[in-house]
């Protein structure tokens, strides 16, 4: 091939680690790569394209993969039943345009993290109206959730499946698949799988959020957990 370019040459991941702080668009052709926790800060949007494939890094610690929506932030993924978007391991072989690869089966759990979404409605801590969310050092500032708008907006969530998470972060600590910290009801999320995650499916922090349409098997734990007077 005079060009230089071999006909099948493996995909690269696209790799993104920390902060993102200005709007962004991520398009099905490409494979993303979490490297670390990927935090979505303050008046922030990322948009998703439906049939996008984010795959998060073998780590764990507090240096485990995940994709965190901080308060005052926007995750706009939204995917159809024939394109969904994926969230999973770097290590599952899948590649851009099909539903699951070959290689990882229900028993392959804790591969990476998770994704953490984080709002301003209320919620119920020790008297106070804001919280760190677990799984995140307390040292990150973008970690905290809770307030007291009713209504508050993260974004939309839809047709999304969420794959073999629940990295450990410390003594038995594990990421949920889905975490939702005082999530207000502007959100909507719906159509929403959690797949063989080591901790629960979905555990929702507080928050007014209403959730619908979820398929949760295989997990370690709680299929969706319930704390801090979720009244969604």
């Given at each position: 091939n005079d060009d230089g370019v071999t006909p099948d040459s493996p995909l690269v991941n696209t790799i993104v680690r920390g902060v993102i702080d200005e709007n962004d668009t991520w398009t099905?052709?490409?494979?993303?790569?979490?490297?670390?926790?990927?935090?979505?800060?303050?008046?922030?949007?990322?948009?998703?394209?439906?049939?996008?494939i984010i795959k998060g890094q073998n780590q764990t610690g507090a240096n485990a993969?995940?994709?965190?929506?901080?308060?005052?932030?926007k995750i706009n993924a939204v995917g159809t039943a024939e394109?969904?978007?994926?969230?999973?391991?770097?290590?599952?072989?899948?590649?851009?345009g099909e539903k699951s690869g070959s290689n990882l089966t229900e028993s392959d759990k804790g591969k990476w993290g998770g994704v953490v979404i984080l709002g301003k409605a209320p919620i119920s801590f020790s008297g106070a109206m804001e919280a760190q969310i677990e799984g995140v050092p307390a040292e990150e500032s973008l970690g905290l959730y809770g307030g007291n708008i009713l209504d508050?907006?993260?974004?939309?969530?839809?047709?999304?499946?969420?794959?073999?998470g629940g990295s450990e972060i410390s003594g038995g600590s594990?990421?949920?698949?889905?975490?939702?910290?005082?999530?207000?009801?502007?959100?909507?999320?719906?159509?929403?799988?959690?797949?063989?995650?080591?901790?629960?499916?979905?555990?929702?922090?507080?928050?007014t959020v209403n959730v619908s349409n979820v398929l949760v098997s295989h997990q370690g734990d709680d299929g969706v957990d319930i704390d801090q007077a979720y009244t969604g």
């Open positions: 099905a052709n490409n494979v993303y790569e979490l490297d670390g926790r990927v935090i979505v800060s303050a008046g922030v949007t990322l948009t998703i394209e439906p049939g996008t993969s995940a994709m965190m929506i901080a308060r005052g932030a394109k969904p978007i994926i969230f999973t391991s770097v290590l599952d072989d899948i590649k851009p508050d907006n993260s974004g939309k969530l839809q047709f999304v499946s969420i794959r073999h594990e990421i949920n698949g889905l975490t939702l910290g005082g999530v207000g009801s502007g959100t909507f999320i719906s159509d929403v799988e959690i797949f063989a995650n080591l901790d629960d499916g979905i555990e929702l922090f507080g928050g």
